[in-house]
């Protein structure tokens, strides 16, 4: 005789009891606003019903550990349309064994010592971009720093530069930009050409795909593949457990992943320090004073700080696939659960005066992994965290050897949506000035030589275009 198991006791935690259209409203209006009056009204642990479906949001750090931690046969990605828009292959679409499975195969150039020989393309890339800032009128930032960040993307996952890449940077931007609206917006997947949403990202991928096809057969044909460290030529002789290479499809959405995710996320963080920063002069001064002298730890803690408050990114979530999952609660299947990084990181039970910028809180002390969490966390965690940190600190240091910033008493600058990202309302606006043969690094001194590459006047157009959802 079988005795059927007790049937599980369900506790959600306590939450509005509104219409969940209206829940929706108040998420899609302010979602900033609205889950940080929630957090005061029922503390680290709530509900909330949306159009989307049920989702328990927490802050507490035990319970995103806990979270982070469980079994992917328990809790597996958030449901959302990313798949639809970087492809069925992209690491935010697959689960379980095909997800693990990816991650070991591009994790590996991401890594360790390999940060390292991707500085001097970040330094160069900063360099040229700088080279054309316009010097004693405020500028905005985050513009200039997408620029930096995804030519950098691009050479560290293709190794070269070249006719196919000019196009590649325009195409990404143009994908991204109109892909975060249509994982946003309920658009229909109807493809009646080029006229309809679907039809030109259908028709933007196709190219993008033709061009990663074109660099694939320039890669096998490279005499010298073996000896190549790029991520495409690393993916290309990457192998499954199995033997099996990765298929032609799973490396183009792989590379769209990459992209997408690797130079907005890192562009934002940037401008949030430099508006920072320009607010914060003894800071700024004291920064200076240590890139001269080659120093790295003020710096680092200044990067910590910034994500902590203003992390670009400010959720990160699982789906319950299992009949239900214990978190205190006992939240059932098809919940998001959702993990309120900015709700955790303005939190003054965890953080001493958490609303104050003060890098001094990580100077020799390295974040509590619990409840810093601008990356995400556990078997999700961002694949790129190393990457990023990498790419802020020499992006940063090259401003501070090659610029004086000026500071300003400007307000703060508010929090901007641009649907997935949240940047400073002006793009981080400040005055820059050179200085004059301040540089010690002969890396920079070839300068001039370095120009906007050709396609990036319609990189700047298509940046204009962009889709910012919320003024909060
Ligand atoms: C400051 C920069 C960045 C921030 C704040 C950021 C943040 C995040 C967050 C919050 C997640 C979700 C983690 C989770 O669910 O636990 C994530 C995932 C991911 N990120 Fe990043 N990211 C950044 C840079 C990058 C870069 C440079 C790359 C690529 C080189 C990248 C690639 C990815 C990918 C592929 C995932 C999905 C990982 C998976 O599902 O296994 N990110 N990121």
Same mark, same amino acid.
């Given at each position: ?100 499975? /990816? ?9 360790? /010592? ?74 229909? $997947? ?119 408050? $203003? ?122 000035? $050179? ?10 001194? /070839? ?18 275009? /962009? ?6």
């Amino acid at each position: 005789m079988t005795v059927n198991p007790a049937p599980t006791i369900v506790r959600i935690p306590p939450g509005l009891r509104l219409p969940k259209s209206l829940q929706q409203l108040m998420f899609s209006v302010s979602r900033r606003m609205t889950l940080d009056a929630l957090r005061r009204r029922y503390g680290p642990a709530f509900s909330l019903n949306l159009i989307i479906g049920r989702a328990v949001v927490i802050s507490d750090p035990a319970l995103v550990r806990q979270l982070f931690l469980t079994s992917t046969d328990i809790v597996g990605r958030l449901e959302n349309h990313l798949g639809l828009v970087l492809g069925p292959y992209s690491l935010f679409s697959v689960e379980g064994e095909v997800h693990q499975q /990816h991650r070991k195969l591009l994790a590996p150039p991401l890594h360790g /010592h390999r940060m390292q020989s991707y500085e001097a393309i970040v330094e160069e890339e900063t360099m040229r971009e700088a080279a054309s800032w316009p010097e004693d009128r405020p500028v905005e930032m985050f513009t200039p720093m997408t620029r930096i960040t995804l030519n950098v993307m691009l050479r560290a996952i293709f190794g070269t530069e070249g006719a196919e890449l000019d196009e590649l940077r325009v195409l990404t931007l143009r994908l991204t930009t109109l892909g975060t609206r249509l994982f946003l917006l309920p658009v229909p $997947r109807i493809d009646l050409g080029r006229l309809t949403p679907w039809g030109a990202f259908n028709r933007y991928r196709r190219q993008f795909d033709a061009i990663i096809d074109a660099l694939i057969a320039k890669v096998f044909a490279d005499p010298a593949l073996a000896e190549r460290r790029d991520l495409l030529s690393v993916m290309l002789q990457a192998r499954y457990d199995d033997g099996q290479p990765m298929s032609r499809r799973e490396i183009s959405d792989e590379i769209l992943t990459l992209l997408a995710a690797g130079h907005e996320t890192i562009a934002g963080t940037l401008a949030w320090a430099i508006e920072r920063l320009c607010r914060h002069p003894s800071t700024l001064a004291r920064l200076a004073v240590e890139a001269d002298a080659g120093g790295t730890e003020l710096r680092r803690a200044a990067i910590l700080e910034v994500q902590r408050v $203003r992390p670009v990114v400010d959720m990160a979530g699982r789906r319950v696939l299992a009949d239900s999952v214990r978190l205190e609660w006992v939240i059932p299947r098809g919940y998001s659960i959702v993990v309120g990084i900015t709700l955790m990181h303005s939190d003054d039970s965890l953080y001493v005066d958490a609303s104050t910028f003060n890098p001094d809180r990580f100077v020799g002390v390295r974040p509590d992994r619990d409840a810093w969490v601008p990356f995400g966390g556990g078997y999700r965690r961002c694949i790129g965290a190393a990457f990023a940190e990498m790419e802020m600190d020499i992006v940063l240091r090259t401003l501070l050897r090659e610029f004086e910033l000026s500071t300003t008493s400007e307000p703060d600058e508010r929090w901007r949506s641009r649907g997935i990202t949240f940047v400073p309302a002006k793009g981080g606006r400040a005055v820059v000035r $050179r200085r004059r043969g301040a540089s010690p690094d002969p890396a920079t001194s /070839h300068r001039s030589r370095l120009r906007p590459r050709s396609g990036e006047a319609s990189l700047e157009a298509d940046r204009e275009d /962009h889709c910012d959802l919320e003024g909060d």
